[in-house]
């Protein structure tokens, strides 16, 4: 097969609209999930906001907490508190950045694989030209 | 008994001379007495009269006298010409060869300088003179594609991972100053966020080696596909170059034969 320029320009267009509308979607999907994951976090910083005050008036009915009276059950129960919210909030986060992470990379992928396509459409050009070059030789001197 | 004086054809008519050494005239002896001129006589009788006698007398009796000279038609007559033709036609090939060998190495100036030789060295060297253009034309051609392809790799390099790592979050105590405004102490929360850094920094340690292998791959993909291009380049044009060199020998070749004269 001669080299034919307009047959490699298809393929790149090809390769293109692939790279674009796999990209476009996956944007959107990571969007949707990077905004679920986030209102999940809200959600939960939220929770424990509304919870906090709750939780010291419990301590108040039972005459556990007052002005006068800080009981250790009190301040074991705050800082109990406490630790599960930065524990649990810890993992939203982390969870929430590794799935920003993964998106991302998914997208470096993707980027790397179209770029592979792209390079290996080049070489296939020189490939070709190359393969050409020797037909053309070959003509030339008689077959 | 044939007399002296005369040739195996004479003597014998079952012999016959050669085309190839053709009979050379004779000087035969006269019965009519010396010549004064010196000058080749031929026979003064001629034949028919008496065969034996003739034979006998000394004359010089040829084949055509026996049969006539106007039917000339004897079995040796025909191989002898048959034979003549063919004598001939070797005559005429070994002449040629003998020239056409004059001329081999001709190309080197060693030889002879026939027209026929001069003709196939000039062939020869059109036919080397093209396979050089077309040489060239291919090369021009292959190492275009592949300076065109290194262009591209070099300004395109993949290392699509290159500064990508994940960054770990900060981990906050966000009830820091409500419990100190119960007077409770954030000491044991505080352990909390410092285990809880640490396993998001294992987390992103993990990613981040995820990441750098997966760069090494593709940066050593795209240094491969450098050397790739290369050996691609050197091995076109070591094809171009026995490709040359094939037709450069059946170009010499084919000269050798035309001057040897051989197919």
Known sequence: ?143 | MAARGADASERSLGIRRSPIYPEKPKVVASTTGPSTTGAVQPPMQKPGFNVNAGLSNQQNIRASDVYGANNYTTPWADAEAKAKAIADAALAQQSAFQSSLKNVGGASGAGGTGNAGANWQSMYDTAQKNLGAGYDQAKTMTDQGYAALQTYLQNNPNNPYAGFTQQVQPVANPMEQFLSAYGTSNDPVQAQVKAEQFAGEQGAGAFNSLVDILSRSAQGSDASRLAEMQMGQTMAGSGLEAMRGNYQSQNALELLKKRLGTK
């Open chain 1, 1 to 143: 097969m001669a080299y034919n320029p307009a047959s490699y320009e298809a393929r790149r267009r090809g390769y293109m609209n692939d790279y674009a509308s796999t990209g476009a979607m996956n944007a959107y999907t990571q969007f949707l999930s990077q905004q679920r994951g986030q209102r999940d976090f809200a959600d939960m910083n939220k929770a424990y906001d509304k919870a906090a005050p709750q939780l010291v008036a419990s301590y108040g009915r039972r005459g556990l907490n007052s002005p006068n009276v800080g009981s250790g059950a009190f301040q074991q129960g705050l800082q109990d508190f406490a630790s599960d919210r930065v524990s649990k909030t810890a993992a939203a986060q982390q969870t929430l950045n590794t799935q920003n992470s993964m998106d991302a990379l998914q997208n470096k992928q993707l980027g790397d694989r179209y770029q592979q396509s792209l390079s290996d459409l080049e070489a296939e050009k020189a490939q070709q030209i190359a393969n050409d070059a020797q037909e053309l030789l070959k003509l030339r001197m008689g077959g």
